[in-house]
């Protein structure tokens, strides 16, 4: 069974600067005091809760829904934004995590799409 955790999303209003928390799911049912904190904080603004996917990328990191992959086949490379499709997370390109790289994520990097989704 994959680790379910979510990315909490916070943008600073006054600075517009980005903040990212993960959270289990225990820790969010149980109440976890750094989240309300977190939640309550009249400067910050929930902008997204991204799911984890259960998978990671060819280097060990976690990939989350609105995370930048770059994925090359060998039809050269293409950067894709991860997200929720139905019962199943897709990239709309990959499937298997030892061709894929986390390079960002659509909030600090939205430039890394160039266009495509």
Avoid: H
Avoid at 33 to 41: D, G, H, M, Q, S
């Amino acid at each position: 069974m994959r680790e379910i955790l979510f990315r909490f999303v916070f943008k600073n209003r006054e600075t517009g600067e980005i903040r990212k928390e993960i959270f289990s799911l225990n820790e969010i049912q149980s109440g976890c005091a750094k989240l309300i904190y977190l939640l309550r904080n009249s400067s910050l603004e929930l902008i997204a809760r991204d799911e984890f996917t259960g998978i990671t990328d060819k280097n060990g990191k976690k990939i989350f829904e609105n995370d930048i992959v770059k994925s090359d086949w060998g039809y050269g490379e293409l950067n894709t934004k991860v997200e929720f499709q139905d019962i199943f997370f897709a990239d709309n390109e990959c499937t298997i995590s030892e061709n894929i790289e986390v390079i960002g994520n659509i909030f600090d990097n939205p430039d890394l799409l160039d266009g495509s989704k």
